[in-house]
């Protein structure tokens, strides 16, 4: 979180293989060759409060795992992975959502309870998804601008909003 990010290639921040529960918020990504944020599955990740400036391909690219070339053989490795925490009671009553997202087959590996809200996007499109992702994620006031929506001096890279912005209105 609060991180300025510029002018990497492919991704500026990238969670792979499902990570879950992760929140990116208060970071500013700009000049970004590829994807801001890369979810490559996962559930219950939350992207909010975030400014992406010049972002090439998507500020928000969600991938949903099921349909990325991850075989069976992978899926079941990953179980596999969590199984002694599965047979775990310590761990059942502890972290009952674990339970929820790794024990049911069939969505483990699906992008769902995803959150992308009041972000800001300045000549950059808001989303990008590949197999089902779009159908599992959430979308809440973000902003898109083709051009400076307000900040205080976009050229000299201050992207701070000043307070008669439009995104505020």
């Not at 944020?37 to 909010?48: K, P």
């Not at 069976?72 to 959502?97: S, T, V």
Request: charged share 20%; aromatic share 14%; proline share 3%.
């Amino acid at each position: 979180a609060n991180s300025f990010v510029e002018g990497v290639g492919r991704a500026a921040v990238y969670l792979d293989g499902g990570q879950n529960q992760v929140t990116m918020m208060g970071n500013v990504l700009y000049n970004i060759e590829g994807h801001g944020f890369w979810l490559n599955g996962g559930q219950n990740n939350y992207v909010y409060n975030n400014i992406m400036i010049d972002i090439d391909d998507g500020t928000v690219y969600f991938s949903d795992i099921m349909n990325t070339g991850v075989t069976d053989e992978m899926r079941q490795r990953m179980l596999d992975g969590a199984k002694p925490y599965l047979d775990n009671e310590i761990w059942k009553e502890h972290y009952p959502e674990f339970f929820r997202q790794v024990g049911d087959k069939e969505t483990t590996f699906l992008p769902l309870n995803c959150m992308i809200e009041n972000n800001v996007a300045v000549n950059s499109n808001l989303m990008k998804y590949y197999g089902n992702a779009a159908s599992y994620v959430n979308l809440k006031n973000n902003f898109l601008a083709k051009a400076d929506p307000g900040f205080y001096d976009m050229a000299k890279k201050n992207f701070l909003l000043k307070p008669d912005s439009q995104v505020y209105k």
